[in-house]
């Protein structure tokens, strides 16, 4: 099960954190990967990675808020790849530069694009261009990364809980339009999480108290969640936003 050999997949934000780890993993199963990130510098060691474990790895470095820069670089991947994106995973989300904790009426509001633009027109713009070639061929997965955040409304990131929502309910839409064209199109909300080591073990602490599970996310808790909606194995799953969060809400 979960064999993505002959199938290529597209990740945004794929030059560390999660996109990283979503990128080992499909490429575990026999996917070739396209790498996108706004580094080059960061997607270029992770293919070097890929390609030495015995993978097929490529990168498509742009904005994804830019669409003329992403179609660009996602021709040239395909080009360089030598076929289509049959999976796209929407995993980009948190703006270069990061993002702080504040309620709304603290937050500056020349800041708030940052996170429509990246969330919001990141993911149309990635839709746009990638969808076509799926539905020409009878066989996509799209899956976008989006927020407990944004899906029970935490305190403290209410424009990026507001941006990933959008993400949210466009896979929705999406669904309903393209599914019976075979492309199916989800959500995976994601509580809280780091690389291994990332948190000090009074922060973990702190947090992890509003989890079920007593601790905060990994990586590796996540990209398996991401493999089996991409796989054939999800062919009747779709319009659905799966929580992956470790029990931080349980509805
Ligand atoms: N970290 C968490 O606790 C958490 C919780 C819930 C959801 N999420 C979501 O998980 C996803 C991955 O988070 P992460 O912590 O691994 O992120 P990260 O910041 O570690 O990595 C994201 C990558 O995306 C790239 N990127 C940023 N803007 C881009 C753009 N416009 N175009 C192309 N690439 C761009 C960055 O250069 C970076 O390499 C995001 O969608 C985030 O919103 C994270």
Redesign the pocket.
């Known amino acids: 099960m979960f064999d993505l050999t002959g199938r290529t997949a597209f990740i ?8 990283a780890q979503i990128a080992r993993t499909l490429s575990e199963q026999g996917a070739a990967v396209i790498l ?4 080059a510098e ?1 997607a270029d060691a992770v293919a070097a990675e890929l390609n030495a474990a015995g993978g097929k790895a490529v990168t498509a470095i ?4 830019d669409l003329e820069a992403l179609k660009a670089a996602k021709n040239d991947a395909e080009s360089e790849i030598g076929s289509g994106v049959d999976i796209l995973v ?7 530069g ?1 993002m702080a904790l504040e309620k709304f009426l603290d937050t500056d509001p020349t800041t708030w694009h940052r996170q429509v ?3 919001g027109y ?1 993911t149309f713009n990635t839709c746009y261009v990638i969808m076509p070639g799926m539905i020409d061929r009878g066989w996509g997965r799209i899956v976008t ?5 944004g899906r029970i409304g935490d305190p403290g990131i209410a424009v ?1 809980g507001a941006a ?1 929502a959008m993400g949210m309910a466009f896979m929705k839409s999406l669904a309903n339009e393209y599914s019976r064209f075979g492309v199916n199109c989800n959500s995976i ?6 690389a291994p080591g990332a948190f000090s073990e009074e922060m973990q602490a702190k947090m992890a108290r509003n989890y079920a599970t007593k601790r ?2 990994t ?1 590796t808790d996540i990209a398996p969640a991401v493999l089996w909606l991409v796989s054939e194995e999800a062919g009747w799953v779709t319009g659905q936003t799966v929580p992956v969060n470790g029990g931080y809400a349980t509805s």
């Open positions: 945004t934000g794929a030059g560390q954190g999660l996109g996108n990130d706004l580094f960061r742009a904005d994804i808020s929407n995993n980009a989300g948190i703006p270069a990061g633009d990246l969330n990141g990364i989006v927020s407990e955040g990026y990933k909300s994601l509580g809280t999480f780091g905060l996310g990586w």
